[in-house]
């Protein structure tokens, strides 16, 4: 009797095996259609923190920011961040240069952190800034869109 159950449960194994097999063999299934256009895709995730280090600082606000192939995301005006970016060549640190006639800033202690992680014209990146509170953040964006949200 064992020998009719042990035959009985490799012989389903064997025949399930065939029938997938079979499966692939002919070729029925779904295929995906071929990308019609090549990009290098330009997605981010942009935060702003309170601490000194992009790894422990408080997330305050967050924006989802994508530059191609079309722009979209959470960021309130994707559109001009991602011109932005592209006058830049996604240099991130060219952004936050001083402006001129920046603003004055108090000595006050309260850092604040901004960090832009992802993918930049399909090169990974991550980058991040701290800056002593947030009006020297301000004075370092000034008008910029990338990091106005």
């Known amino acids: 009797m ?3 159950r042990a ?3 490799t012989a389903l194994a064997t025949a399930s095996g065939l ?6 063999i002919t070729g029925t299934g779904t295929a995906q259609a071929a ?4 990009y290098a895709p330009s997605a981010l995730v942009l ?3 309170k601490g000194q ?8 606000r967050a924006v989802t920011l994508t530059c191609g192939p079309a722009t ?5 005006d994707p559109a001009s961040a991602c011109a932005e970016l592209n006058s830049v060549d996604g240099d991130f ?3 936050t240069a001083l402006r001129d006639g920046g603003r004055p800033c108090t000595r006050e202690w309260n850092p604040v952190t901004v960090t832009s992680e992802g993918v930049w014209e399909g090169k990974r990146v991550r980058w991040s800034a701290t800056y002593g509170n947030s009006c020297e953040l301000q004075a370092r964006t000034g008008e910029s869109a990338v990091f106005s949200f």
């Open 2 to 4: 064992r020998y009719f």
């Open 72 to 76: 979209a995301g959470s960021h309130p």
């Open 47 to 49: 935060t702003i923190g």
């Open 19 to 24: 029938a997938l097999l079979g499966t692939a």
């Open 35 to 38: 990308p019609t256009s090549l």
């Open 7 to 9: 035959f009985g449960a």
């Open 53 to 60: 280090r992009p790894a422990t600082a408080t997330i305050v």
């Open 93 to 95: 640190a060219r952004l």
